[in-house]
């Protein structure tokens, strides 16, 4: 057989097995773009489960009122561990610092500005401040050994602020706000903060 001939017998064998190969890489890139897609299904499934208790509630005042309620089982949990329990309490304090964050953007992103367009701009301000120590107090639990002696005190005192920042926030300020505004401007905001929730649930 000359050169010539085997090169092109060589050229000919290799030119059939492109196609496959192209199949193969054809059926990768279709696995890839399958598991994405079901990736981006998981995750908004995932958002959508944990803005579900906020989107069904009758109104924005109810859904906030929901999300506290949330937020106190956490603790709850919390307080049930004991010292030897690092990696639940590791784990419980991730998800407090998420409800709260996730609280945080809804609140401080659409209701304390309207609190703040309804002409009530001290109430408002004082709230947004009683955001800052919650960041305080996750910031000295994360950075805190779980095992440590004073990890319950620090727990109790950041719950008894926050229980005390939910009170006056249900009691009074939301209610009024609600009461101050009309029935399209109360749906508005219900949208707007559920919005606002579910980019960062």
Known sequence: MTTTTAKKQSTAAATKKAPATNGNLGVIAGAATAGAA???LAMLGRKAAV?????????????????HKAVLKI?????ATESRNTT????????????LAKHDV????????ALREAGRKDEADHLTKDHGYIKQYLYELENMPKDHAEFPAKLRK?????????????????PSLRAQLSDEKNKAL????????????
Request: glycine share 4%; no cysteine.
């Open 158 to 174: 950041f719950r008894a602020d926050i229980e005390k920042h939910m009170n006056e926030e249900e009691t009074d300020l939301f």
């Open 106 to 113: 809804e609140e401080g992103n659409v209701i304390y500005p």
């Open 51 to 67: 803005q579900a208790p906020s989107a069904f509630a009758a109104d924005w005042v109810a859904a906030l009122t929901a999300e």
């Open 190 to 201: 219900a949208a707007a903060m559920n919005k606002e929730g579910f980019k960062v649930a």
């Open 38 to 40: 079901i990736g981006m």
């Open 75 to 79: 603790f709850d949990a919390l307080e």
């Open 88 to 99: 639940k309490r590791t784990i419980l304090l991730a998800q407090l610092k998420h409800a």
